[in-house]
């Protein structure tokens, strides 16, 4: 078996073949490369598979490729999770592309900065930049963040219960903070999500449900910060059932 890597990337993807490709091909480019990269496709029926087979073939870094039925972006993050072997888990979407050095600055920063969480930069397709100056749960995503594989798995990875869209990183990351990490700026350049920052609504609804979830889980401390009331919980449940 080869040595472990330094970092394992954590790529969950469902039927998104061609920002896929965009995504792998930029992790080609970088200047770290002690590094694997574990895709966990999600029940995918687009020919993600064979675009993966062929990256493979041809790929100068270690590509695992884990095919599962579908079960939501939680359940494919923890998959890719039991399979990384690396000490540092950074997550990227597969609609987001990195800098050549985002990488070896992800690396840097867990060399010196123990027992905390990477959060960098985002950048929109429609110009906008997310880097918040005080990062904490509420700012993780799966696109640019970076954390000790072994905290992840103390703290027993996503949410699967979870199931629609958005709320699960962040959840995860109030785990994190309940067991003591901290959140800290990742500085330098920002990744790409080629996507505009503006919600459609059926994306809306289904963050809000996961809101009211997330807070009925961790209470009124985490529901204040997520802007759900605890008085309403019931109701706001009802309504969006």
Not at 93 to 101: A, G, N, S
Not at 185 to 206: N, T
Request: glycine residues 8%.
């Amino acid at each position: 078996m080869t040595p472990a890597p330094s970092i394992s990337v954590i790529v969950p993807t469902h039927n998104r073949r061609a920002p896929l490709e965009g995504c792998l091909a930029a992790l080609t480019a970088q200047t770290f490369d002690d590094f694997e990269v574990i895709v966990a496709v999600d029940g995918s029926t687009d020919g993600t598979l064979a675009l993966l087979e062929s990256v493979k073939r041809r790929s100068a870094y270690r590509l695992e490729v884990l095919a599962l039925a579908h079960g939501g972006r939680s359940k494919a993050r923890n998959a890719a999770l039991r399979a990384a072997r690396g000490a540092v888990l950074v997550f990227c979407d597969d609609d987001v592309t990195f800098e050549r050095e985002t990488l070896a600055r992800h690396a840097a920063f867990h060399e010196v900065i123990r027992d905390s969480v990477a959060v960098g930069a985002v950048r929109y397709e429609d110009g906008t930049l997310n880097f918040p100056a005080r990062p904490s749960w509420v700012n993780l995503t799966g696109m640019n963040s970076s954390v000790p594989r072994s905290a992840a798995l103390s703290v027993g990875g996503f949410d699967e219960a979870l199931q629609g869209w958005g709320g699960e990183d962040l959840e995860f990351g109030i785990r994190l903070a309940d067991a003591g990490l901290k959140f800290k700026r990742l500085e330098g350049i920002p990744a790409f999500h080629h996507a505009p920052r503006v919600r459609d609504p059926a994306k809306a609804r289904s963050a809000g449900y996961q809101a009211v979830m997330i807070a009925k889980k961790h209470g009124a401390r985490v529901g204040l910060q997520l802007g759900v009331d605890q008085r309403m919980l019931s109701a706001k449940a009802l309504y969006l059932n």
